[in-house]
């Protein structure tokens, strides 16, 4: 079985709190986009494995991709194993939610597998013990993401802009950004306040907004140099994904979103990737013919 494995943007991402448990609850638009790791399973074996192209991804226990499979056939109650290989397009420490994807991916796959053993909400209970965007990554549409990322509400205002993604090629550690995360400068709950009430259309020269950005790019300053790029070269608005590094431009159409691609091109340690937003159900998740909540 071979499964595309998505990546995601956040279109806003604001920080609305810090938890006892020290996560952070926050409220944020998803949605995935046109580059794809594949996720490839091979059934009929006695144990589990991972094996992946990119040589610093963990092929041990350490990979979400492993622990999902391991949670899944716990959770079922069964002894077998699946071997998973997977051949990695999106970008490591990104922004991208590259590895919660292909955790997503593996408990979809098993769960088609063995012939839908657990229904939606219970694939998305289960995906929240391993990452807070699996979740996501399992709903697969278009959410207002909130909580922990655990609280999925489907989004259904949303434009299909056409995105440049630019890997600026260094990652970002989720866990030091939020740990110099200083609560008192996020600015996001003031300008999405409107938005959240009254659920209007998202306007990305109103509604782009990340609490993570400036915590992110006083660390890595390269991240507001690709946003300026972006925005000098036609976009109609450009933000860092999730924690960083990555930086995304909405276009309006294909030629535009071209033309930036080719200029920015020149800057060789920037990685390009010119995709589209899947705002609509694709027909791997329309075969499960069950309703998410």
């Keep these: 079985m071979r499964i595309l494995s998505p990546a995601k943007i956040n279109l806003f991402l604001e920080i609305t709190g810090k938890r006892p448990d020290g996560y952070h609850d926050l409220v944020s638009l998803m949605c995935c986009v046109g580059l794809y790791d594949t996720v490839s399973l091979t059934f009929g074996v006695n144990q589990t494995s991972v094996s992946c192209s990119h040589p610093d991804v963990p ?26 290989s997977i051949e990695k397009q999106i970008p490591m420490a990104a922004g991208l939610g590259g590895g919660s994807s292909n955790a997503a991916t593996v408990l979809l796959g098993l769960n088609r597998y063995y012939g839908y053993s657990f229904s939606p909400d219970k694939l998305i209970s289960m995906g929240r013990s391993i990452g807070a965007d699996v979740p996501f ?34 990652g970002i550690s989720t866990a030091k950004v939020y740990k110099n995360l200083n609560l008192g400068l996020t600015k996001c709950k003031k300008k999405l306040r409107s938005f959240l009430l009254n659920k209007q259309s998202f306007d990305p020269s109103c509604h782009l907004c990340n609490d993570l950005e400036i915590t992110a790019a006083s660390m890595c300053p390269g991240i507001f140099t690709v946003k300026e790029a972006l925005l ?15 930086v995304f431009g909405l276009f309006s159409d294909s030629d535009k979103a071209l033309k930036a691609k080719n200029v920015l091109a020149e800057n060789d340690k920037w990685q390009l990737y010119l995709v589209d937003m899947i705002t609509k159900e694709n027909v791997f998740e329309r075969s499960h013919r069950d309703n998410f909540s």
């Excluded at 092929?59 to 077998?80: C, K, Y």
């Excluded at 000098?232 to 990555?246: D, E, K, N, Q, V």
């Design 59 to 84: 092929e041990d226990e350490t990979n979400l991709a492993f622990a999902a499979a391991s949670l899944f056939f716990n959770t079922l109650n069964i002894n077998d194993g699946v071997k998973i």
């Design 232 to 246: 000098r070269h036609g976009a109609l608005g450009a933000l860092m994904s999730g924690s960083g590094s990555t």
């Design 137 to 170: 990554f399992i709903f697969r549409k278009p959410a207002i993401v909130s909580g922990i990322g655990d609280k999925l509400k489907a989004y259904q205002g949303l434009e299909s802009f056409k995105i440049l993604l630019v890997f600026p090629g260094f």
